[in-house]
C-alpha cells in the first residue's frame, strides 16, 4: 500500500464523489456524512506520511510514483509523477485536515443541492492534494486548473448576494495568471529539450538542471510569478479576495484561506525560485517591497472594515505578506518561517472564517454595527474566538508568533533587513483591527434585541474548533515537530537556488544560439 | 529545589486552568474557587522562597534549566529554560508574595461577581506569565511572559466587559504594550543578528552578559538595540511617550490595579534593563536617555496627580511617577536602587491600592444601599472615612508616609538612594536631582491630598449613605495590615551606606544583588564617588533637603485641603491650567489627533480610494473594454455573405498592395 498511498490518497475523494452521485439527492443527512467519512478516511490515509521519520534526515522526494501517461513522439510527453517532501507534506496534512472541518461546518450552513456542494468538495480535495504532490510541471498545472473549476461553482452557487461578480472576478483574476504560466512551462519544456536535455515529460527535478539565461529567466520568472502571486495573494493582485471571500460559503471561505491561498506560496517556493534562481535576485527588492506594503496596506484596510469577513480576508493579505518575507529571506530561518506560517494562517484564518460562520448562521449578516455583547450571551464562543484572535494577533505561546519571528529572523539575517523593520510594524496593527474588531462584537452591552437570544456554540461546533485549538498551542509551544521533517527539504531547496545562482555569477550563461522555434 | 524550578509557574498555570474550565459549571463555590487561586499562589511562593535561602546560602549564585527545545531552525537555537539568580529570587518573592496576599484580598472585594471563576482564573494566568517573565532564561521566554502578561492585563482590564470604557481601556493597553513590544521584537533581532554577526548566535541573558563587550562599549549598533528594548520597556512600564494607557487600566477591578498596575507587570520593563544590565552598561548614550524619561515621567505624571478627583487615578499617575523613579535609577546606573525601590513600591503602592478598594468597596456598598447614583471612586463624596474605617485608614496613611519619602519609612530608603545616585551622576546629575526632589515634593502633596480628601475633615458622602459604610471583612484587611508591615520594614534590607554606618545595619540587598549588578554598577559608581568626593556630609545633606522638601509637601497639602479653599481659589484663578492639568495635558488627544485618526483615515482612503478605485478599477476597466470592444465588433458580423466578401477583397488588396509597393 505504501507505494501507492499518495495516489490512493489523492484519488480517494475523487472517487468519493463518483459514490456520492449515486446516492439520491433528498437524502441530506446520508450525502453529509458520507462527505465527511471519504474527508475523514483521507486524513487516515495520509496520516502515516505526518509519522514517517524519513523526513527528519532525507530531503529529497519520498514515496514517488511514476507512470507514463502521454506521449507524443519527442514533440510531447507527460506523466503522472508524484512524490513528496518536507515542503509540500506539511501542507498535505493541512489538506487533509482542513476537509473534515470544512466539511462538518456545513452541516447547517448549506441548505440548497447539498449533493451538488459535497460533490464539488471532494472534487476540490483532489485538485489540491495532486498540485501538491505532483512532480510533473504539466501534471502541476491539470490540478491547479482542477481546483479553479470546483471553487468558481462553490462561490458561484452558493454564494451570497454578490456571488456572481465575485466568482467572475475571482475565476478571471486566476484564469490569467494560469494562462501566462501555461505559456512559461510551455516555454521551459522546449527550451530544455531544445538545449538537448532528455526530458522524463515535464519532470520538475529535470528542470532544476536547467540552466536558462537570465534575460529569458526574467520574463518566465515574472510568469510564473503574476500567477503565484495573484493565488497568495499579494498586493497589488490582491482585490478578488476580499469579494470571493465575502460571498464564499463558510466552508468555500475556509478552504480557501487555509489550502488555495498556499498554493501561490507553495508554488514560488517549488517553482518559481528554484527554477529562476536569477531571476528571483533580480527581482527580490520589488518582490520583498510588495510583501511589506501588503502587510502594511492589509492591516490598514482592514482596520476600517466593516464587514467582519472582509477584514478577516484583508487580515489574510497581511499574514501572507509575513509568509512571503520569510520565504524570500532564503535561509533556513525565514522558509522555516514561511512554511510554518503557512500552516499558522491555515489554521487561525480558517477557524476565523468558521467563527464568522457561527455567527453568520445565527444572525445572518456579518456587520460589525450589528453585534456587540456577545460575550455576555456565548461564554464558549468568546472563549474560543478570543483564542484564535490572538493566535491571530501573534502572541507568544501561540502558533502565529512562531511564524512570524522565525519570518522576521530570517529576513533579519538576509539582505532583508530594513524590510523586516518595516513589516514588524505590522504585529501593532494586527492588534489594533483585531482588537477592535473583538470589541466591537464582543463586549459592550447587548444593544441589539436579536443579539439577546443567541445561542452558545453547539457540541458539533465545539468539535470542530478543538483540533484547531490544539494545534494553535502545539505550533506554538513545540513547533520542533514540525520544523524537523521541513528542514532537510528546505536545505536542500536553499541549496538548488543558491547553487544555481552562484554558478550564474560565476560564468553567466548565454543562450544558446541554435534556439528557434520550428 | 533548584530542579523544581518549574513548579514555581506551574501551580498558577494549573490554578487558573482548573477555575477556567470547571470554576462555572463544577465548582461554582467561591470560597473554593478562590482557595485554588490563592493556593496556586502561596505554592509559589513557598517553593520560590526555598529557592531564595538556597540561593543566599549557597555560593553558585546562577541556575539555569533547561527544559527542552522550542525552536530549532539551523544555528536558531531557543530552548524553554528558567534562570534563578538574585534578582529572580527577588522578583519571584515580590511577585508571588505580594499576589498572594491580593489573592486573598480578591476573594472578599469580588465577592458575589458574576464573572468569579473568570477572574481567578485570568489573574492566575497572570501570576503564570509574570513568572515566566521574570524566569525566563533567554529573552524570547521573557517575551512569553512579557506578552502574556500584557494578555493578561488586557483580560482583566476588560473585565467588566459590558462596560464601553472597560473595552476601550483594554484595547487601549494591549494596544500601546504592542508599540512597546515592536521595540522589544526589533531589539531582539537586532540583538541576534549582531551577535549572530560576531559568531555568537545566542538569546541567552547569560550568554548576552557574558559577550555584551563584543558589541563594542558606546557603538551605534548597541545604543539602537538598547533605545529598542527601552521602548518595550516604556510601553510595558507606562513611561514618555507610552504611559497613557496605565491611567485607563484602572478601569479593571482594583486587585487587579494593586497587583498588575502597581506592583508587578508595570515594573516588567525596570526588571527587563536589570536582567540586561550588562547590555545596557555598554551603551552610556541609552543610560542617558533612561535616565531623563525616568526623571520626566516622574515629575510630570506627578503633576497630573494633583488634578484628579478619582482615586484611583490619583494612584495610577502615582505609580507611574513612581515608576520614573525606578527608570531614572537604571538610568544612572544604580541598577540595585532601582530594584530595591521597585520592592518597596510593590509593597507601598499595592497596599494604597488594596487601601482604595477597600474604601470603595465600603462606599459602593453604602451608596448601593441608599440607592445613589454617586461614584464611589471620587474623593469629592468622601471625607472623614478614618472613623468609619480604621484598618483601612491606618494602612493608608502608613503607605502614604511611606511613599513621601518620610524617614525611617520603606519609601525614603530606596527613594533617597536613588536621589543621592542621580545627583552623584557623571552628567546633569544636579538637574537629574531637582527634578526628582521636585517630583518627590509633588508625590507628598498629592498623596496627602488624597488621604485628606478620604479620610480626614467633613464626612462629605451623601448622608443616607452615610451609615452604611463599614469597615471590610479580614480577608480584606489582613493584606493591608501584612502590606503595611512590609511598607514599614521593607526599606531596612537596603539601608544606605551613610547610615548603616552609624547603626551597624550592612546593605543586605546590594551585597545580595552583587553578583548581578556588581560588575555593570562599579563603572558608575566609580564616576560618582570621583563625582561626588563621597563625603557623608554631601550625602547627608541632599537626605536632609530632599526630607525637607517632602515635609513641605506634606505640610501644604493638610494646610491646604483641611483649613483652607486655597485649592478652590487657585482653581478660579487660574481656571485653564487646572482644565488642562485635569485633561490630562490634553496628551491623549494630541494622541489620537496625530495617529489615531489618521491612521484610520489613511485606511478608509485606501481602501475606498485605492482599492475600490485604482485596482478594481483597472480589473473592471479592462472587463468593461473588453465588452465595449465586443459590443462594437458585434456589428460587423451582420450575417450577409455580401459584406464578409467585400471584407475579403479589401484584405487582399491590402495585403497584395502591401508587398507589391515595398
Not at chain 1, 119 to 145: H, K, N, P, Q, R
Not at chain 1, 231 to 243: G, S
Not at chain 1, 465 to 472: K, N, R
Not at chain 2, 616 to 645: E, H, K, P, W
Request: hydrophobic residues 55%.
Amino acid at each position: 500500500m505504501s507505494e501507492h498511498l499518495l495516489s490512493i490518497m489523492t484519488f480517494l475523494p475523487i472517487l468519493g464523489m463518483a459514490i456520492l452521485l449515486l446516492i439520491p439527492r433528498e437524502n441530506d443527512s446520508l450525502l453529509k456524512s458520507f462527505t465527511l467519512i471519504v474527508t475523514l478516511v483521507t486524513f487516515a490515509v495520509s496520516l502515516p506520511l505526518a509519522f514517517n521519520p524519513v523526513f527528519t534526515t532525507d530531503g529529497g522526494m519520498q514515496y514517488k510514483e511514476f507512470a507514463s501517461w502521454i506521449s507524443v513522439g519527442d514533440f510531447f510527453e507527460m506523466n503522472y509523477n508524484v512524490g513528496i517532501d518536507g515542503i509540500s507534506l506539511w501542507l498535505v496534512m493541512l489538506t487533509t485536515f482542513i476537509m473534515p472541518i470544512a466539511v462538518l461546518s456545513t452541516w447547517q450552513a448549506v441548505e440548497k443541492n447539498i449533493k451538488g456542494f459535497m460533490a464539488l468538495l471532494l472534487l476540490l480535495e483532489t485538485g489540491m492534494l495532486g498540485a501538491f504532490i505532483s512532480l510533473d510541471l504539466f501534471l502541476f498545472y491539470i490540478f491547479w486548473e482542477l481546483m479553479l473549476i470546483p471553487m468558481y461553482f462553490l462561490i458561484g452557487i452558493w454564494g451570497g448576494k454578490n456571488r456572481i461578480y465575485a466568482a467572475v472576478k475571482f475565476f478571471i483574476y486566476t484564469a490569467v495568471g494560469s494562462l501566462l504560466m501555461l505559456v512559461a512551462i510551455l516555454f521551459v519544456y522546449y527550451y530544455a529539450l531544445q538545449s538537448g536535455m532528455k526530458m522524463d515529460g515535464f519532470s520538475i527535478a529535470q528542470f532544476y538542471q536547467l540552466q536558462v539565461p537570465a534575460h529569458a529567466q526574467l520574463w518566465l520568472f515574472l510568469a510564473f510569478a503574476f500567477s503565484f502571486a495573484i493565488k497568495v495573494p499579494m498586493f497589488p493582485l490582491h482585490t478578488w479576495l476580499p469579494d470571493a471571500h465575502t460571498e464564499a460559503p463558510t466552508a468555500g471561505s475556509v478552504i480557501l484561506a487555509a489550502i488555495l491561498l498556499k498554493m501561490g506560496t507553495y508554488g514560488f517556493v517549488r517553482f518559481a525560485m528554484p527554477l529562476f534562481p536569477d531571476a528571483l535576485a533580480t527581482c527580490m527588492p520589488y518582490l520583498a517591497t510588495l510583501c511589506v506594503i501588503g502587510i502594511i496596506y492589509g492591516s490598514l484596510v482592514a482596520m476600517v472594515q466593516t464587514d467582519v469577513k472582509k477584514l478577516v480576508a484583508y487580515s489574510s493579505v497581511a499574514h501572507l505578506g509575513f509568509v512571503m518575507l520569510g520565504v524570500f529571506a532564503l535561509n533556513l530561518q525565514g522558509l522555516t518561517g514561511g512554511m510554518i506560517q503557512m500552516i499558522n494562517h491555515g489554521i487561525s484564518t480558517g477557524a476565523l472564517f468558521l467563527i464568522v460562520g457561527f455567527i453568520y448562521e445565527r444572525r445572518h449578516t456579518r456587520e460589525i454595527s450589528e453585534f456587540g455583547g456577545l460575550a455576555k450571551r456565548m461564554p464558549i464562543f468568546t472563549t474560543i474566538f478570543l483564542i484564535i484572535t490572538f493566535s491571530s494577533i501573534g502572541l507568544p505561546g501561540t502558533n502565529g508568533f512562531v511564524g512570524e519571528f522565525l519570518a522576521l529572523v530570517g529576513a533579519f539575517e538576509s539582505g532583508l533587513r530594513w524590510y523586516a523593520v518595516v513589516a514588524t510594524t505590522g504585529v501593532i496593527l494586527a492588534a489594533v483591527y483585531m482588537l477592535w474588531m473583538f470589541q466591537r462584537v464582543m463586549f459592550g452591552e447587548i444593544t441589539n434585541p436579536k443579539n439577546a437570544e443567541l445561542q452558545d456554540l453547539n457540541a458539533r461546533e465545539i468539535v470542530l474548533m478543538i483540533p484547531l485549538l490544539v494545534f494553535v498551542f502545539w505550533i506554538g509551544i513545540y513547533p520542533n515537530t514540525f520544523f524537523s521533517k521541513m528542514s532537510p527539504a528546505l536545505e536542500n531547496l536553499i541549496i538548488q537556488v543558491k547553487g544555481k545562482q552562484q554558478v550564474a555569477m560565476v560564468q553567466p550563461i548565454e543562450a544558446p544560439h541554435h534556439v528557434e522555434f520550428k | 529545589m533548584y530542579d523544581k524550578l518549574w513548579l514555581i509557574p506551574f501551580f498558577p498555570l494549573v490554578g487558573s486552568i482548573i477555575n477556567g474550565l470547571f470554576g462555572k459549571r463544577y465548582i461554582k463555590s467561591e470560597k473554593v474557587i478562590g482557595g485554588i487561586g490563592t493556593l496556586a499562589v502561596v505554592c509559589s511562593f513557598i517553593v520560590s522562597l526555598s529557592c531564595f535561602f538556597q540561593l543566599s546560602a549557597g555560593t553558585e549564585k546562577v541556575y539555569e534549566a533547561v527544559y527542552g527545545s522550542w525552536m530549532t531552525v539551523g544555528q536558531l537555537q531557543i530552548n524553554w529554560e528558567l534562570l534563578l539568580d538574585p534578582l529572580s529570587a527577588l522578583m519571584l518573592l515580590v511577585v508571588t508574595g505580594v499576589g498572594s496576599l491580593i489573592h486573598l484580598y480578591s476573594i472578599g472585594y469580588m465577592h458575589g461577581e458574576v464573572g468569579f471563576y473568570r477572574f481567578f482564573s485570568y489573574l492566575n494566568l497572570f501570576v503564570f506569565a509574570m513568572l515566566m517573565l521574570v524566569l525566563g532564561g533567554n529573552a524570547l521566554v521573557m517575551f512569553i511572559g512579557w506578552e502574556g502578561v500584557g494578555l493578561c492585563s488586557y483580560l482583566l482590564i476588560g473585565y467588566y466587559f459590558e462596560k464601553k470604557s472597560a473595552g476601550d481601556a483594554a484595547k487601549k493597553a494591549f494596544v500601546v504594550n504592542r508599540i512597546g513590544d515592536f521595540g522589544f521584537l526589533l531589539g531582539l533581532l537586532t540583538l541576534y543578528w549582531t551577535l549572530g554577526s560576531k559568531g555568537v548566535w545566542t538569546i541567552n541573558f547569560v550568554e548576552i552578559s557574558h559577550n555584551a563587550h563584543l558589541l563594542g562599549p558606546g557603538s551605534v549598533v548597541v545604543t539602537v538595540i538598547t533605545l529598542l528594548f527601552f521602548l518595550g520597556a516604556t510601553g510595558k512600564s507606562a513611561q514618555i511617550p507610552l504611559y497613557t494607557w496605565l491611567p485607563d487600566a484602572m478601569e479593571g477591578p482594583t486587585p487587579v490595579s494593586a497587583l498588575i498596575h502597581a506592583a508587578t507587570m508595570v515594573t516588567a520593563g525596570v526588571y527587563m534593563i536589570g536582567r540586561m544590565n550588562g547590555l545596557f552598561a555598554m551603551a552610556p548614550d541609552t543610560m542617558m536617555v533612561i535616565a531623563i524619561v525616568g526623571a520626566a515621567t516622574a515629575i510630570f505624571a506627578a503633576s497630573i496627580g494633583f488634578a484628579q478627583n478619582d482615586i484611583k487615578r490619583v494612584l495610577a499617575y502615582s505609580t507611574v511617577s513612581q515608576l520614573g523613579y525606578m527608570f531614572l535609577a537604571m538610568g544612572v546606573g544604580a541598577f540595585t536602587a532601582g530594584i530595591f525601590h521597585l520592592m518597596t513600591h510593590a509593597f507601598f503602592k499595592a497596599c494604597l491600592f488594596l487601601g482604595s478598594g477597600s474604601v470603595i468597596h465600603a462606599m459602593h456598598h453604602g451608596l448601593h444601599h441608599a440607592h445613589l447614583n454617586d461614584d464611589p471612586q471620587d474623593m469629592r463624596n468622601m471625607g472623614g472615612l478614618s472613623k468609619k474605617m480604621k484598618v483601612t485608614y491606618w494602612t493608608f496613611l502608613i503607605a502614604t508616609i511611606a511613599i513621601s519619602g518620610v524617614p525611617l519609612f520603606s519609601g525614603f530608603f530606596s527613594k533617597d538612594e536613588i536621589l543621592w545616585w542621580a545627583a552623584g551622576s557623571t552628567r546633569g546629575g544636579w538637574m537629574l536631582w531637582v527634578v526628582a526632589a521636585g517630583a518627590a515634593g509633588m508625590t507628598a502633596f498629592y498623596m496627602f491630598r488624597c488621604v485628606s480628601m478620604t479620610f480626614w475633615g467633613p464626612q462629605k458622602t451623601n448622608a443616607k449613605a452615610k451609615d452604611h459604610i463599614h469597615e471590610s471583612p479580614w480577608v480584606i484587611t489582613l493584606p493591608l495590615v501584612v502590606l503595611a508591615f512590609l511598607a514599614v520594614v521593607g526599606g531596612y534590607v537596603g539601608v544606605p551606606a551613610a547610615l548603616g554606618h552609624f547603626v551597624h545595619i550592612p546593605n543586605y540587598l546590594e551585597g545580595f544583588l552583587e553578583p548581578v549588578f556588581g560588575h555593570a554598577q562599579e563603572t558608575y559608581q566609580i564616576a560618582i564617588k570621583a563625582n561626588m568626593a563621597h563625603s557623608l556630609l554631601a550625602e547627608f545633606g541632599l537626605m536632609g533637603m530632599s526630607v525637607l522638601i517632602a515635609g513641605i509637601g506634606i505640610a501644604l497639602a493638610c494646610y491646604f485641603y483641611l483649613k483652607t479653599d486655597v485649592p478652590a481659589r487657585f482653581v478660579a484663578a487660574f481656571p485653564k491650567l487646572h482644565r488642562a492639568v485635569f485633561n490630562k495635558w490634553y496628551i491623549d488627544e494630541l494622541y489620537d489627533f496625530l495617529f489615531v485618526n489618521p491612521c484610520k483615515r489613511f485606511g478608509l482612503f485606501l481602501w475606498k480610494g485605492f482599492d475600490v478605485n485604482v485596482v478594481d478599477g483597472v480589473v473592471n476597466g479592462v472587463g468593461r473594454v473588453m465588452q465595449l470592444f465586443s459590443a462594437g465588433l458585434r456589428y460587423i458580423q451582420t450575417g450577409f455573405v455580401q459584406n464578409y466578401a467585400m471584407g475579403m477583397v479589401i484584405g487582399v488588396v491590402v495585403i497584395v498592395g502591401f508587398y507589391v509597393l515595398r
